[in-house]
Structure formats: C-alpha cells, structure tokens
C-alpha cells in the first residue's frame, strides 16, 4: 500500500517545582531527596524477553510544528505537497504527560517478533488474510505489495534478528503487547502520539531532536538524504540501486540516542501509535495525556522510514494509515506503563479549599480551579484536602460572620482531583445539620469518601482507611477552631473535636485495631494569620507522634507555618489556603503549599512540597517559570 503522509511538533520539558523553604531544610534533615535535583542520566531496565525499556518523565512540551505550513513548504521546496498538507500539524498546543512511563529502546526487533510467533502460534494479518506484505522486486529494483510470499519472515532483502521487524499490522502491533502484557505482568501497549512526540523530542524545540537543519539528519538516522536526492517518492516510487546507495533497514541501535536514550525516533521503519488520527484534533486536544479522538478511519505512525526525505522525518510530522496497513517499512516501538511502586505510599495534601465566592463563580463558568496542579494531583497515590465549604443546597444560613456555600459544580471537581476531603473545620456546619447531612448524602452518591466528620461523634472520629501498594493507610481529621460550635455528639451530626485524648486513643486504634502502616491526623487548628505555631500545638503534636502518628498535617490559619521533625516525624503546622476567596484583612498575596508525603514499609518517609500563588480569584497558580 501507498506511503501516506501528515503532522505534530515542539517539546519544551516541565521544570521542577520549586518547593517552599522548609522542604529544602528538612530535606537535610530528614535525608530526603530534593525535588528541585533532577537525575539526568536515562534509568533503563530489561523485560523477560530482552527488551530494553528506558524511563521517560512525566513532564510538558509543546505538540506541533514550532513554524508556520507556509515555512515548511519553503524550507523543503523539493516536497509535492501544498502548505495545507500540512495543517493537522498546526495549532502547535501545550500538552502535559502527567506519568512517567517506559517506552523500548529501539523498535521490536525480528528476533523479538519471532518468539512471540513461536510461544503463541500467532499469524500475522498478511498471513492470514493471505494478501501478504510488501517487498522488494529483485528486477525492478522497487518495492511492490501486496504479495503473499511478503510478510514479517520475508521482506525480499536480508536482515538479521537484530533488525526491526517490518510488515506488521496495526492490529498485530497490538496483539503483540497484549502477549506481553500478560507476560510480564505490567501493561504493555503502543505509545500514544503525544507520549511518541514527546519522547522523540526529549526537551528538543527544533524539527529534530536536537537538530534544526535537515543537512545533519543522514548523518544520525536511517533515513533518506535529502541534500543528495531531491526528487519527491514514495516507498514504491524509489528503484534500489544494488550498489547499497539507499539502503534498507539498519539494526535497531545503530545510530546515536537521543537525550532520553531512545534509538531511531527518527528514520529507520515508521511506528504505529495508538492514537486514531484527524486533521483537526490539535485544535481541541485536551492539555493534560490526549489519546487522540474517540474514533476514526485512519491510526497514526510517526518518525519517518529508511525511504523517507528529511520533511517527513520531523518531529512533527504525522503519517496515517488504516489499521491493516502492512509496509515494508512499517514497524512499532512497545511503552510499559510505570507499576505501582510496592511498599511505598505517596500521599498528596493540599489546604483549605472554599468553593463559594469567587472561586465559586469561576467554578459555575467552567473553570477548573486546580487544573494548574492536575498533573501533580494525578501523580500521588492519594490525594487530600480540607474541604471548607458545603456543597449541599440544604440547611438554612447560620449565624455567623462567613458562611460558604459551594457552587453546585464543585463535586465532579473534586472527585476528579481527590481521593477524599476532611471535614473537619468550623465551616462545615454553616447551613446547620441540615446542610451538613445534606453534604455526607452527597458525597456518598458521588463515592467520594471523606473523614473528620459523620452523623454522629463515633463515625466523625472513625479513620478513613485506604490500601495502596502494599501499605495500610489511616487518615483521621480534628477540628480545633470554635469546635464546640462543629463537634459531633453520640446523637448529633458534625465533626470530630480535637480533643487530645480521644485523638491518642484514635491514633492507638488505627495502629493496633486497624492494622494501618501508615496513620495521619489532618487538624484544622491554630489563630488565623499567624506565620507560627503556637507552643500547645507543638506539644499536640509530638502526644499524637508518641501515640504512634506517622505525621500531622494541618491547615486553618490561611498562611503557610514553619515545619518540625520529631521522632523523624515531620509535623506541618500548616499548608496556608489552596482555593480561597479574599477578604478586606487578607494578605495582597496567598501563598500556599501543597505537600508530598511518601512513606515506606520500613517506616521512613520523604516529603517533598510544591509552592504555589493564589490570584485574585482565588484560584492557584504555579509561580512563574
């Protein structure tokens, strides 16, 4: 079949985070490893049957040509095609790639093919439907398909089990992971485009990575010449001289890395992705992991072939064909998705967030207010926050100088964005039990789970229990600030007070009835505006820590506060606002912290925060990079 041809572009890596003060002096403390330090060497590992897989980091770049269709028709005068041949790879867009993930080293090889035929008896879609591949014509000198005596085994020239496989299917691409899925025990799949542009680019903004002018392109892939032969062809248009002068398929790794350790992202065979393909996606692609539309006619392969010209090489360009297409320079490269890490739980705190207001405004217009931070939410195995505010519309207003109501909106927001909420705070009972039960009811439909709060005194104090990676998982949360107005009763709904004893005796029950790994209480405590702990949390703290606390988390105070470490344990006064209105005595600026902590089987824990602003709106941003 026919080479087809279209386009996406530039890649621009996330920076670290830079964390609030106190995390890089605890991180001395404490041994952690600082956010701010980045490994630059590739981390690789090898599967079961020989594939080498390197790690590639979540991060952000940006997808689409960085030059205008009119520039690329310009700057490769000898292509047919009209500048609008181009469009799909226009708008260049910012994309995020929440998770890390492994991707192979090179393309699949023959030899790796094989035994996946061999284990499973697997007949590609050229054997089976008897139509065969594509290959080379010994006295035209040409490519032709679809023949029968053409597949995988045979593309009419020699290659060595080293070299990619070629004449496969989209279909058989697919089924090939699967085999491997259930082989390695962790997910194999083809990379989605974003995810393959991203990894092609490897931080590089220019048309290759690392390389601007097409001149140097012959020179680190298997690809065309595009200095020495200007003709525009197709695979089947190019007659193969035998003195070798344009030659085949080289083995996989036979020409440099790029900066993420990947082998012939350019040249070489093009890649199946799993993405389907349209002219317009990159229009309405959304920011964070696109997959590429829903459904469609054509999937997309990418990096251009051994018979390509240096224009389709880029890293922009998008090449499609139907999912049956089988070429003779056509293959694939595997992404493992990152496994959970066993016996290591990473468990993500934000403050205060109050959905009234103008955050609540913003919310009933569509905005996301975390969507600055969704890829660092994504990215913990648990996610929480103080939710201050009620989304119920029952209960009547109470009496009180502030009351919030969240916007109607607000909980598919947070259950996009959390695993659980805390209740307890002094705004949780605005709109009286009415409104409070209202809320429970709400999120229990929504199966958002919560804690710190109950319709009565024994489920407010009952720890919210998880299981992640191995590790058992307590989360308990108090209220300190007018508790007697909030506090639950045997018989009343409301929120757990911060009463010392009870908290000890809560603490000693999660460790030794519930069997937790892992158990944090979460207080909303402390005067308002304040940049330090008062001495009587102090002491709070280190009781709940010698009860057997893995660490406190706090928030009320509307500012950020200094960090202990006790016992090992870190103690955060508190993490200051995350979604909050502003008031006539408020600071000109919020500032917040949102703070990691990953704790292991052994008992150690690391933590690791992100420092954010609060606009006018009341809605976080991430500081400028």
């Not at 393959?196 to 140097?216: K, M, N, V």
């Not at 009587?536 to 709940?544: D, I, K, N, P, S």
Request: proline fraction near 9%; aromatic fraction near 10%.
């Amino acid at each position: 079949m026919p080479d087809h041809s279209r386009s996406p572009g530039a890649t621009i890596p996330s920076p670290r985070r830079s964390p609030g003060p106190w995390c890089l002096a605890l991180g001395m403390i404490l041994g952690l490893a600082s956010p701010l330090i980045a490994d630059d060497a590739p981390a690789s590992v090898v599967n079961p049957i020989g594939i080498k897989l390197v790690r590639i980091p979540a991060g952000e770049f940006l997808m689409g040509s960085h030059e205008p269709t009119t520039a690329i028709k310009a700057a490769f005068p000898e292509d047919p095609h009209t500048p609008d041949f181009f469009n799909d790879e226009t708008p260049q867009h910012r994309v995020r790639i929440t998770k890390p993930f492994w991707m192979g080293q090179t393309e699949v090889t023959i030899g790796q093919f094989r035994r996946f035929v061999e284990e499973t008896g697997y007949r590609t879609g050229p054997e089976k439907d008897g139509l065969g591949g594509w290959g080379l014509n010994p006295v035209s000198r040409k490519c032709e398909g679809r023949f029968p005596h053409f597949t995988w085994r045979d593309p009419g020239f020699p290659q060595s089990e080293q070299h990619p496989v070629l004449n496969i299917t989209w279909h058989d691409a697919v089924a090939f992971c699967d085999w491997l899925t259930n082989k390695a025990g962790q997910r194999y799949r083809l990379p989605t485009e974003a995810e393959w542009e991203y990894a092609c680019r490897a931080g590089s903004t220019q048309r290759y990575s690392g390389l601007e002018d097409p001149a140097g392109l012959a020179g680190i892939s298997r690809t065309l010449d595009g200095l020495r032969l200007k003709e525009f062809a197709h695979v089947q248009d190019i007659r193969i001289p035998e003195d070798g002068s344009i030659p085949f398929t080289a083995p996989v790794g036979s020409y440099p890395a790029n900066a993420f350790g990947l082998h012939d992202m350019h040249g070489n065979v093009w890649e199946w992705t799993n993405d389907w393909h349209a002219d317009d996606y990159y229009a309405n692609s959304p920011v964070e992991d696109p997959r590429g539309p829903d459904s469609g006619t054509v999937r997309v392969r990418r990096g251009g072939a051994w018979n390509s010209f240096p224009i389709w090489a880029r890293a922009s360009f998008r090449n499609w064909n139907s999912p049956d297409t089988r070429c003779v320079n056509l293959g694939f490269r595997v992404v493992a998705e990152e496994p959970p890490q066993r016996d290591r739980v990473s468990i993500l705190f934000g403050g205060d967030v109050m959905l009234d207001g103008d955050p609540g405004h913003a919310v009933m217009k569509g905005v996301d207010p975390f969507a600055d931070f969704a890829e660092i939410l994504q990215s913990a195995d648990l996610t929480i926050c103080n939710l201050e505010c009620v989304i119920s519309e029952k209960g009547a207003v109470a009496h009180k100088p502030y009351t919030f109501r969240g916007a109607s909106k607000s909980l598919p927001l947070l259950q996009k964005h959390f695993d659980a909420v805390s209740l307890a705070n002094n705004h949780t009972l605005d709109f009286g039990t009415a409104g409070f039960v209202g809320q429970l009811e709400l999120l229990e439909q929504g199966r958002l789970p919560y804690f710190g709060g109950g319709r009565n005194l024994i489920s407010a104090r009952r720890p919210l229990i998880f299981e992640r990676n191995g590790l058992r998982v307590a989360l308990l949360a108090y209220n300190d600030f007018q508790a007697s107005e909030s506090a639950a009763t045997d018989k009343k709904p409301g929120v757990a007070p911060l009463e010392i004893e009870q908290v000890v005796a809560d603490i000693t029950a999660a460790r030794t009835v519930e069997r937790a790994d892992v158990v944090i209480p979460f207080l909303h405590w402390g005067p308002e505006l304040v940049p330090q702990p008062r001495k009587y949390q102090q002491e709070l703290a280190r009781r709940m820590i010698d009860a057997g606390a893995s660490a406190i988390v706090g928030a009320h105070p509307h500012v950020t506060q200094t960090v202990d470490l006790y016992r090992g344990r870190p103690i955060i006064y508190s993490l200051g606002n995350f979604v909050f209105d502003y008031y006539p005595n408020d600071p000109p600026v919020w500032v917040g912290w949102l703070a990691r902590l990953t704790f292991s089987k052994s008992g150690d824990v690391e933590l690791e925060s992100t420092a954010f602003e609060i606009d006018e709106v009341g809605i976080p941003r991430r500081f400028p990079k």
